[in-house]
């Protein structure tokens, strides 16, 4: 699901499954294209850290980490200050 988007080419999206949380940004504009994600698979642990259910999970994502430009940045953040690990990926064109 798309939780941000800019007149400046930022998309920012999370994915999530009972197994795996993804939040991917991109960044597209005429000179430049940039992506980062992040790949959490404790799902668990992500709702021990929110307090919440899974069924709930989403729902706790987009109002606490979405409608930002930084949101990519809010959720790592998150995820390194909860010791839950994370597969992160960033490359640019």
Excluded at 13 to 31: A, C, G, K, R, S
Excluded at 63 to 77: H, R
Aim: glycine fraction near 6%; charge should be negative.
């Amino acid at each position: 699901m798309e939780v941000f988007r800019d007149d400046f080419g930022r998309r920012i999206w999370f994915y999530v499954n009972p197994t795996q949380i993804d939040i991917e940004l991109q960044d597209l504009n005429e000179d430049f294209e940039y992506e980062r994600s992040a790949k959490v698979t404790n799902v668990s642990a992500v709702c021990r850290a929110l307090n919440c259910q899974f069924s709930d999970l989403k729902e706790i994502l987009v109002k606490k980490f979405g409608g930002k430009v930084n949101s990519f940045d809010l959720f790592t953040e998150f995820l390194s200050e909860n010791n839950i690990n994370y597969d992160y990926y960033s490359g640019g064109r």
